[in-house]
């Protein structure tokens, strides 16, 4: 029979039995473990992995697999805790691929967070098209839609390639004509992705043309025969308009109604003394001869409004704007190589120049990111803060990665934290997270030096060139990144 002085003793040791398993739960849910050398508590952190592709991982911290290891399915991401507050050597494995590796940091209290990790595969399987011996191609804005340029002696022939299909649409013929030599202009589509404008050189007289090509009823003009203005360059398409194309000529800028059928071109002037135009979703920009930056929501150009001017040497005329809207611009004086920037953020307005030999550039589609680049080194800077790990502040600019060789086919991956380009005959892909280490991979090597690389992104296809085992310049793709998740 139990005595009252047993029964306290009972009761008192549940009791104390009880706070002392409760605060040792509690210390272990916030994150709290005793470490048993040094005899005190350590509040450790954790990791926050979120691979692509997502199944099958095997993550390592030091080589060893972890005590602990759950998958968050909501944020299809890998979560690993209890981590003593110091540097580790983080691997992500998986059969197939190479592994990715970085020494990290983690903090007390604090999750360290990879969101953006691209695993590439040890080899990729190619996808062939039947399109051979081409020099180049160019994308249509819809998926799956290319243009393609080869040259027969003086004949050059413009093939439109339905990837999806596998079959050539269209075949527009040149006699006499070349495309052009001048690296930084390209095919342009019309937004329908059925019209294109053809830059052209006259292969006896290396004299510049434009040509216009239908799919719908395969027909195209030359700009010559219907427009007698000298010097004209760049010409592009309304962007909302599919029969209307803007040229410049000298410094004037004009607009016109194209109809294949009409023999008569009327030209409209939009502005004068300009140099270099863009469009984005909000209108038209100009840049001017004394160097102002002009805006109108209308593209007809009804009412045009300065934004900010740069300082250019004197007499400058070799420029391209490129602009994401009224607070994201940038310039690049090629006559130079000089990149200037200017970025009304959410703390200042920036007025930068960059003089590092800059030769491309292009901002992400959510504008907080410029990337731009010289033959040998790629830089980004962030128009805006970027929260998520690891931060970066708006106004920062990061070297990304230098090379001896000269690079090509610079551009942003899917993800935006990621560039991919080409150096010499490889295919590279390099993270902007600087923690630790950068991690740059060779998704590919190929037959052909600076290869044209167009990255697909809604269908994740890569495209490239490729002539191997007796093909000649034909187009290829492989899948990247990999569309595996969780589910």
Same mark, same amino acid.
């Given at each position: 029979?139990?005595?009252?002085?047993?029964?306290?003793?009972?009761?008192?040791?549940?009791?104390?039995?009880?706070?002392?398993?409760?605060?040792?739960?509690?210390?272990?849910?916030?994150?709290?473990?005793?470490?048993?050398?040094?005899?005190?508590?350590?509040?450790?952190?954790?990791?926050?992995?979120?691979?692509?592709?997502?199944?099958?991982?095997?993550?390592?911290?030091?080589?060893?697999?972890?005590?602990? @290891?759950?998958?968050?399915?909501?944020?299809?991401?890998?979560?690993?805790?209890?981590?003593?507050?110091?540097?580790?050597?983080?691997?992500?494995?998986?059969?197939?691929?190479?592994?990715?590796?970085?020494?990290?940091?983690?903090?007390?209290?604090?999750?360290?967070?990879?969101?953006?990790?691209?695993?590439?595969?040890?080899?990729?399987?190619?996808?062939?098209?039947?399109?051979?011996?081409?020099?180049?191609?160019?994308?249509?804005?819809?998926?799956?839609?290319?243009?393609?340029?080869?040259?027969?002696?003086?004949?050059?022939?413009?093939?439109?390639?339905?990837?999806?299909?596998?079959?050539?649409?269209?075949?527009?013929?040149?006699?006499?004509?070349?495309?052009?030599?001048?690296?930084?202009?390209?095919?342009?589509?019309?937004? $329908?992705?059925?019209?294109?404008?053809?830059?052209?050189?006259?292969?006896?007289?290396?004299?510049?043309?434009?040509?216009?090509?239908?799919?719908?009823?395969?027909?195209?003009?030359?700009?010559?025969?219907?427009?007698?203005?000298?010097?004209?360059?760049?010409?592009?398409?309304?962007?909302?308009?599919?029969?209307?194309?803007?040229?410049?000529?000298?410094?004037?800028?004009?607009?016109?109604?194209?109809?294949?059928?009409?023999?008569?071109?009327?030209?409209?002037?939009?502005?004068?003394?300009?140099?270099?135009?863009?469009?984005?979703?909000?209108?038209?920009?100009?840049?001017?001869?004394?160097?102002?930056?002009?805006?109108?929501?209308?593209?007809?150009?009804? $009412?045009?409004?300065?934004?900010?001017?740069?300082?250019?040497?004197?007499?400058?005329?070799?420029?391209?704007?490129?602009?994401?809207?009224?607070?994201?611009?940038?310039?690049?004086?090629?006559?130079?190589?000089?990149?200037?920037?200017?970025?009304?953020?959410?703390?200042?307005?920036?007025?930068?120049?960059?003089?590092?030999?800059?030769?491309?550039?292009?901002?992400?589609?959510?504008?907080?990111?410029?990337?731009?680049?010289?033959?040998?080194?790629?830089?980004?800077?962030?128009?805006?803060?970027?929260?998520?790990?690891?931060?970066?502040?708006?106004?920062?600019?990061?070297?990304?990665? @230098?090379?001896?060789?000269?690079?090509?086919?610079?551009?942003?991956?899917?993800?935006?934290?990621?560039?991919?380009?080409?150096?010499?005959?490889?295919?590279?892909?390099?993270?902007?997270?600087?923690?630790?280490?950068?991690?740059?991979?060779?998704?590919? !090597?190929?037959?052909?030096?600076?290869?044209?690389?167009?990255?697909?992104?809604?269908?994740?296809?890569?495209?490239?060139?490729?002539?191997?085992?007796?093909?000649?310049? !034909?187009?290829?793709?492989?899948?990247?990144?990999?569309?595996?998740?969780?589910?």
């Amino acid at each position: 029979m139990k005595t009252p002085i047993t029964r306290r003793i009972f009761f008192w040791t549940l009791t104390i039995s009880y706070f002392i398993t409760t605060a040792a739960v509690l210390f272990f849910v916030f994150g709290y473990k005793h470490d048993f050398s040094s005899k005190i508590f350590i509040h450790t952190g954790s990791i926050s992995i979120a691979p692509n592709p997502q199944k099958n991982i095997n993550i390592l911290i030091n080589d060893k697999k972890p005590q602990s @290891r759950l998958v968050n399915f909501i944020n299809n991401s890998y979560y690993i805790s209890g981590l003593h507050p110091r540097n580790y050597e983080i691997t992500v494995q998986k059969n197939g691929f190479k592994p990715w590796k970085k020494e990290i940091s983690v903090h007390s209290g604090v999750s360290t967070e990879f969101w953006n990790i691209t695993l590439v595969r040890n080899k990729y399987e190619h996808m062939l098209y039947n399109l051979e011996n081409i020099d180049q191609f160019f994308p249509a804005p819809k998926e799956n839609i290319f243009a393609a340029t080869r040259q027969l002696g003086k004949t050059l022939s413009i093939h439109v390639f339905d990837t999806e299909n596998n079959t050539s649409t269209n075949t527009f013929l040149f006699p006499k004509k070349e495309f052009t030599k001048d690296v930084r202009e390209n095919i342009e589509w019309a937004p $329908n992705s059925k019209d294109l404008i053809i830059p052209l050189n006259t292969t006896e007289t290396t004299k510049k043309d434009y040509a216009i090509a239908y799919t719908k009823n395969d027909l195209h003009i030359l700009l010559s025969d219907h427009i007698s203005l000298p010097m004209i360059h760049n010409v592009r398409w309304d962007p909302k308009d599919e029969n209307t194309i803007y040229l410049i000529s000298n410094t004037s800028l004009f607009r016109t109604e194209i109809n294949p059928e009409e023999k008569t071109i009327i030209l409209d002037s939009v502005a004068n003394d300009v140099i270099a135009y863009d469009f984005t979703d909000d209108g038209i920009y100009l840049f001017t001869t004394d160097y102002r930056i002009l805006y109108d929501h209308n593209v007809h150009g009804t $009412n045009f409004k300065e934004i900010t001017s740069f300082e250019l040497p004197k007499n400058t005329r070799d420029v391209r704007l490129i602009a994401y809207d009224n607070h994201r611009f940038s310039i690049i004086n090629d006559e130079e190589r000089t990149l200037y920037l200017y970025n009304k953020g959410d703390k200042s307005i920036y007025i930068k120049k960059f003089d590092t030999n800059i030769i491309g550039a292009h901002f992400s589609d959510d504008g907080k990111k410029l990337l731009f680049y010289s033959p040998f080194e790629i830089f980004v800077y962030f128009a805006r803060n970027w929260d998520a790990q690891p931060i970066r502040k708006e106004n920062e600019m990061h070297s990304i990665i @230098r090379f001896s060789q000269p690079l090509d086919n610079v551009h942003f991956a899917k993800d935006y934290e990621h560039v991919m380009y080409t150096v010499g005959n490889e295919i590279k892909m390099t993270e902007l997270d600087y923690r630790g280490n950068r991690v740059t991979e060779t998704i590919m !090597q190929t037959s052909e030096k600076n290869n044209t690389l167009i990255n697909k992104h809604k269908k994740n296809f890569l495209y490239f060139i490729e002539s191997e085992k007796g093909h000649t310049r !034909q187009l290829r793709s492989i899948k990247f990144p990999e569309k595996e998740t969780f589910f």
